[in-house]
């Protein structure tokens, strides 16, 4: 049960312990991260589970595919650093991991 | 406020919502949450998907668990029917007799299967999907050797067709009108999925009627058509629309129609009583009329509007209606509504299953249906929610930029 910070743009913060396999997306749902509304459920289809995630848990986190890299490019508030948080699976390893959330959720 | 009681009565993604934003606008009074099937609320949408392809676990369709509502003190009662509501005494009856007292009503109540009017159709081996006890019973009659009838070709029964197929079934679609989706897309989108599911071996009919559902020891074992066919079938499934549950809302006084009516504000037109999801009739953005959308963006949305006019607090800013389907390994995407759009645009090629129409009317984009084209659904919903004139020449030429275009209409 690896601990996730989530940060909102306003600096609150919401630590919790997520399940490995869950997204992160579902981990932020499942504990009602306010700014995370996965409209979708996970499709990639919506864009509403964008998160920052520093570049230095990219290892971690892996890189966006196609398919999302197409849905962030015209997501609110983009940055090098944004993902769809429903599309990073949980690992044992993301113990600490720190999630900031884009001002407009 | 803090000592109010809010009763949801339903259990779906917009009972979910609407609890959630409460407790997340800070609302402390009492919540209860009253759901008629034996589950507390899930995901619908993989449900005719990765659930049905059994990809999904089950424990993972649920959007909360049971912990979260202990914590954030909702009571999710479910196996429970309201019969009645009774505005003036604000209070709620179950089919049992059981009184629930509330300062504030919301119906979420959802929708239900539209039935086939027809003998046979309530063989056991006969199905409709829109719950999970439905894809539970569904999913030992698909596989391999096996053959299912599917009456509707709307996203429901396409769907299906596509999981069963993938998992061997011999699927055969039955669709009364001249096309598929022939309700909610255009002619190119409909010919697009006819083509793509032939290719992987469904057997599509279209302006095909049933005549018999044949049955045997209760159990359907073929289709007659009105051509006079006889197919076999193992399992059929039903997929030929929805019916909002308006009934218990319209029998205590509340405004119906196709719907209960409510403002944009989510309010029915009796005070403290909302309506959100499948069963409300409200305002849709951006094209200023009243429709009923059957959507998880609908849900989302309008239980969000419920959850702040309980509370007292702006409504929150709308969006163009959204929706999409997967299918294989194409993902549609749809922006607004195209239903009666007077000119159109396809940008990108079809031949490569990465695609996009644009529906205009009055010069204004109205729509888009993207396949596997993500930006220019993105890009649609922008423009859409804008009202943009946008000149459809610029949306068909693929080489010229959608962020630019987008940047034209901020």
């Keep these: 049960m690896p601990k996730i910070l989530f940060m909102s743009h306003a600096g609150e913060e919401h630590s919790i312990e997520a399940k490995v396999g869950d997204s992160l997306m579902e981990a932020a749902v499942k504990n009602s991260i306010a700014g995370i509304d996965a409209d979708c459920g996970g499709a990639c289809a919506c864009a509403t589970c964008h998160v920052y995630i520093d570049s230095s848990y990219s290892a971690l986190t892996g890189t966006p595919d196609d398919m999302e890299q197409s849905m962030l490019d015209f997501a609110d508030e983009v940055q090098p650093t944004s993902r769809l948080s429903c599309q990073i699976p949980i690992t044992e390893e993301m113990e600490g991991i720190v999630v900031r959330l884009p001002e407009s959720q | 406020m803090s000592d109010a009681t809010v009763l949801i009565v339903g259990a779906g993604q917009a009972a979910a919502q609407t609890a959630t934003s409460l407790r997340q606008?800070?609302?402390e009074g009492k919540i209860t949450i009253l759901g008629e099937e034996p589950s507390p609320p899930y995901q619908r949408p993989p449900l005719s998907k990765a659930y049905l392809k059994g990809e999904l676990e089950q424990e993972r369709l649920y959007f909360k668990n049971a912990e979260w509502y202990e914590s954030q003190n909702i009571d999710v009662l479910t196996n429970i029917t309201i019969s009645s509501v009774d505005a003036d005494s604000m209070s709620a009856t179950t089919q049992s007799g059981k009184i629930f007292n509330f300062d504030h009503l919301v119906f979420a109540t959802g929708s239900r299967n539209r039935t086939l009017p027809m003998e046979g159709a309530q063989l056991e081996n006969v199905f409709g999907l829109r719950n999970l006890v439905d894809v539970d019973a569904l999913r030992p009659?698909?596989?391999p050797d096996k053959n299912l009838v599917i009456i509707g070709a709307g996203y429901i029964g396409l769907e299906t067709a596509a999981v069963a197929q993938t998992l061997g079934t011999h699927v055969t679609v039955l669709e009364l009108a001249d096309r598929v989706l022939a309700r909610v897309t255009s002619p190119i989108i409909?010919?697009?999925?006819?083509?793509?599911?032939?290719?992987?071996?469904?057997?599509?009919k279209t302006r095909c009627s049933t005549s018999s559902i044949n049955g045997k020891d209760g159990k359907a074992d073929s289709v007659t058509l009105a051509s006079g066919e006889t197919l076999p079938c193992d399992a059929l499934l039903i997929g030929i629309g929805i019916l909002p549950n308006i009934?218990?809302?319209?029998?205590?006084?509340i405004k119906c129609e196709d719907g209960i009516l409510v403002d944009e504000a989510g309010r029915t037109n009796i005070p403290h009583i909302y309506a959100a999801g499948d069963c409300a009739k409200r305002f849709i953005l951006p094209y200023g009329r009243l429709g009923r959308l059957e959507s998880v963006h609908n849900a989302i949305e309008q239980g969000k509007q419920v959850a702040a006019a309980i509370m007292g607090k702006p409504a929150p800013k709308l969006d163009c209606p959204w929706f999409w389907s997967d299918q294989y390994n194409i993902k549609l995407q749809i922006a607004g509504l195209s239903t009666d759009y007077d000119n159109f645009v396809i940008r990108g090629d079809s031949d490569n299953e990465k695609f996009a129409v644009f529906y205009f009317k009055d010069d204004i984009l109205i729509a888009a249906d993207a396949i596997n084209s993500a930006p220019e659904f993105?890009?649609?919903k922008r423009l859409i929610t804008a009202k943009a004139k946008v000149p459809p020449e610029w949306l068909a030429d693929s080489d010229r930029s959608l962020k630019d275009i987008a940047a034209q209409f901020k």
């Design chain 2, 25 to 27: 606008g800070g609302f």
């Design chain 2, 141 to 143: 009659h698909v596989g």
């Design chain 2, 190 to 204: 409909s010919a697009f999925y006819e083509d793509l599911h032939r290719r992987y071996g469904v057997n599509i």
């Design chain 2, 247 to 253: 009934e218990v809302a319209a029998e205590a006084g």
């Design chain 2, 378 to 380: 993105m890009t649609a």
